[in-house]
Structures are given as C-alpha cells and as structure tokens.
C-alpha cells in the first residue's frame, strides 16, 4: 500500500516562520456595515425599478397639489360665467405662435357668412379670433338651377377672442368707475351701443355692429366694407360719455343706453375681464363647466383627496391595529366574538352606509364629517385582520415567550414586542389603502351622493362630473382630472406594491 504521508524532515528548519508569534489575538471588526431592518428595505426598494419610477411620479403629483394653488392666479371659489368650459390659454405663450395654450377651438365647415362675422370680431376690437386655417373645401352644388361652387373652412379660432362683445348693465357709478379706468389704462371696454332695431331686432348678438339683410347676413358696401349702424342717440344715457372713442368716432356715437335707472353698454369682455381682475384671461388648462381654472382646481381636489386618504388610513390603522392585537393576541372566544362582528359590519354595502349618513348625519355633522365616518365604521376591519395575523404570526416566538418569563403585562407584550415586528406589514398595508379610499372618495363625490363643495371648493370626482357634461365639445375638462387620478392610481398601486415585496422579511439579504 502506498504511504500518502508527506515527508517534511527535508526542509530546512530556517524555512518556518511563526505567524503573530508575539502579538495579542482578539476579534476583528467587519470590513462591511451592518445594515439596519428599514436599510435593508430601502435597498430592495431601490432595485425595484418601477416602483421606483413611481415613487418620482408620486412625488411629482404631491408637489403639484400642494403648489398649484398657491401658483395659480386663481382659487377654487374664482368662477366666470361666461369663460365655461374653454380652452387652455395664457397670453404670453399665445403670442409665442407655436400651437400651444393659445385658447384654439376648432370650428368646421366654416362658410363664407361665417368667416365674415370673425372679420367683424378682428375690425371692431382688434383682436382676430381666426388664428389658422386648417382646410378649405370646394363642393358644387346646385343653386336656383345652376351649379356653383360652395367654399368652406376648417378653422382654430381663440376662443377667447372670439367672445367679442356682451350688453352689460352699469349703475351710474359704476359706469363712471369704468371710464375713468379706461382714461387711466388706456385699455378701451365699452364700444359704441347698437340699437337692436338697425340690425332687424336682434337683441342678442352684441357682436353685430354693421348692417345685416333679413337673414342676418352681413350687408357690404361696394369695397366689401362693413356699414358701421352705431347709434348716434347720445341723449339717451342721461350721462355724457368722457372716455376713449373708436376710429373715426367724430363723437357722433353713443356708447349706452339708459335701462330703468341703470346704464347699458356694449362691452368687449376680454378687456372687461381685466377691468374686473387686474390681469388678462390666463388659464393654464383651461376651464371647467364652473368657469373654474383646472390648473388650481385639480391640485386644490388632489390635496384634499390626499389629506383625506392619509387622514382615514391612520383613524383605521389605529382602530384596526388595536382590534386586530387583542383578536390575535388572546385567540379562542374573543377572536371568534370579535371576528363575527367584523363579519356582520363588512357585509353592509359602502354606498348604502355612505347615502344613509349624508341623509342623516350630515345635518349634525356636515357632509366631510358624516362621509369621515362612513370610511371609519368598516374601513378598519382589513386591518384589523392584518394585525390579526400578524400577531398569530409573532406570538408563539422564542422572544415573546421571554419577555412573558420575565413578567411583561399583556399590553406590553403586544405592542412593545410583538406589533413592532409586524408594523412593516401594517405600513406597506396603509400605503395600499390610500388609493383605494382616494378611489372610493372619487367615486362618491363624482356620482353625486356626497357633495364637499362647500367644505373643499372642489374634489376630483367632482371635476370629472362636471367635465362628463362637455365630453364631447370641451374634452380636456374631463380629461387632464383623468390623468391626475389616473397616475395617482398607477403611481400609489406600484410604489406600494414596491414596499411590501421591500419590508417583506423573508426576501433580506436575497438580493445582495
């Protein structure tokens, strides 16, 4: 058999060397850190990429809640009645011409009559509402036995520009007030009056300012010039007119008419909007059914929908978590008491208990108050089970059955030893409610059973129901508070689904 021992008696004993001979041994620090529960999480967060990704997004949607009021010139209680529903618009990038925020609305099949009357806007005020033509049609039609060709256009229009003139009526105060505005800004609002009786009696269209036939078709001079039929009754206010005059205004015109006591003028609206305000029309998403600017609306919605979710989610995580730790931490009859009660809450529909309290308990305790407590009654039961489990989870563990040897009270034992270790659970668990009771709260207010106006201005399903009126001709009022709620969703859904699978202790370490 062959000796596999090796022999070392051939090498030189000068060769060995003892290693740390003389020195102290003890142990030695780690060359890494060690890294804490919640580290640990944040670095498998961080991993999960479009968690991630929605965490910026989220960021992103609570800054623009919280900052969109303050920026805007507006509030949720700001309204015009006459600028509903209209497109997004601010000046200084109208003027730019490159396509965005300049108020465009499309018209089609624009004829010849119709083009004429946005010439008649663009001569008396200066501000042309055709901002481009899109297309122009040629068809032949038949007309009185002959074949003629019919020319229309597709057309965007600045439908702020395209508002032109309104009849307003002025105490003789207030008509003063606004001429000396006009002396003072040189910005003129009140224009020559037209009586109705030169224009066939048509009483309401303010912007008629020339001669039209029996149809309403404007009547041209021999150069296709408008014939101008202002009134020259200037005894008929009972108050001179000492303000700025149109070209060609040899103060032959009159600009009101005296109505019971009052004053009524032909007003250029764009002009008297910043008569009113101190600012020209500038609306970044335009308006709503309310005349409401969307830019603050949606952010002044979106953070009371926020707070309000954020508000629900720890009332039911308190209740929940309580609950849950006394059905977990003691088991047997008081958990299949306590379990039965839930069962008997949980089978009552929302929507019933949420309409039931706004028909009665709003009364006493206002709209928010009574929808507050529709969430608390039942929202706090899946927490509860959550905690419930979590606490069948821990309380057989090593360390509880120590911390119970040395004497801790029952009441420590649950929250001082046993909830800690689940509250990463609870947490991500909380993170996931808040959409959902986001979602419920937009449901309501949108279906009209709760209605927090009074107490929020505005929510977003409440915008969505007042953009559902126009869906058709002013879809960007239903559509941007669908985007927001829509990312809100998404963005929430994911960045919690990011944090359970972070927190989840059986995955620590996995992915380092």
Request: proline share 3%; charged share 15%; net charge negative.
């Amino acid at each position: 058999m062959m000796n596999n021992t090796t022999n070392y008696d051939h090498i030189p004993a000068e060769r060995f060397a003892f290693v740390q001979e003389n020195e102290k041994l003890h142990d030695q620090d780690l060359q890494t850190k060690s890294r804490g529960f919640f580290a640990d999480a944040m670095l498998r967060f961080s991993k999960n990429k479009s968690s991630v990704i929605a965490a910026w997004i989220l960021l992103f949607l609570v800054l623009f809640a919280i900052f969109s009021p303050i920026i805007s010139r507006y509030s949720v209680y700001d309204t015009d009645k006459l600028y509903v529903n209209f497109p997004a618009y601010v000046p200084g990038v109208a003027a730019m011409n490159i396509g965005i925020m300049d108020g465009a609305k499309t018209f089609d099949s624009q004829n010849d009559t119709a083009m004429l009357k946005w010439r008649a806007i663009a001569e008396e005020t200066g501000m042309d509402p055709v901002l481009r033509v899109l297309n122009t049609h040629e068809t032949e039609v038949k007309y009185r036995g002959q074949m003629v060709t019919r020319t229309t256009y597709d057309i965007e229009v600045n439908y702020y520009f395209a508002t032109g003139m309104i009849y307003k009526t002025f105490s003789y105060d207030e008509y003063k007030a606004l001429q000396a505005w006009q002396n003072e800004t040189g910005i003129q609002v009140i224009y020559p009056y037209v009586d109705p009786a030169d224009i066939n009696g048509q009483t309401d269209t303010p912007n008629v300012w020339y001669q039209v036939d029996g149809s309403g078709v404007p009547v041209l001079d021999k150069d296709g010039n408008f014939i101008p039929v202002y009134s020259t009754n200037t005894s008929g206010t009972g108050v001179a007119y000492d303000s700025i005059r149109i070209d060609g205004d040899d103060g032959s015109y009159a600009y009101a008419s005296a109505k019971a006591g009052a004053v009524q003028c032909r007003v250029l609206y764009y002009n008297y909007y910043q008569y009113v305000n101190g600012h020209e029309p500038s609306y970044i998403l335009g308006t709503n059914l309310m005349g409401l600017d969307l830019f603050c609306a949606i952010g002044a919605g979106a953070r009371f929908s926020l707070i309000f979710a954020i508000l629900v989610s720890v009332i039911n995580l308190t209740i929940g978590a309580v609950y849950g730790a006394i059905q977990g931490y003691y088991g047997g009859a008081v958990d299949m008491i306590l379990d039965r009660i839930c069962d008997v809450l949980s089978g009552v529909p929302f929507v019933v208990v949420t309409t039931l309290f706004q028909l009665h308990l709003a009364a006493k305790v206002g709209a928010l108050g009574a929808f507050l407590f529709a969430f608390v009654l039942t929202g706090w039961i899946s927490m509860a089970a959550l905690t419930r489990k979590q606490f069948y989870r821990f309380k057989g563990q090593e360390f509880v059955m120590a911390a119970r040897t040395l004497g801790a009270s029952d009441w420590r034992l649950m929250f001082k030893h046993i909830f800690p270790n689940a509250i990463g659970t609870i947490i991500t668990s909380c993170a996931l409610v808040i959409p959902s009771t986001i979602s419920t709260e937009t449901q309501m207010t949108y279906l009209g059973i709760v209605n927090l106006r009074a107490f929020a201005g505005t929510t977003i399903g409440t915008l969505l129901s007042d953009g559902r009126a126009a869906a058709t001709s002013a879809p960007h009022a239903i559509l941007w508070p669908s985007i927001f709620l829509g990312l809100l969703m998404i963005s929430f859904n994911l960045f919690g689904n990011g944090l359970r699978d972070a927190f989840n202790p059986t995955t620590r370490g996995v992915d380092d």
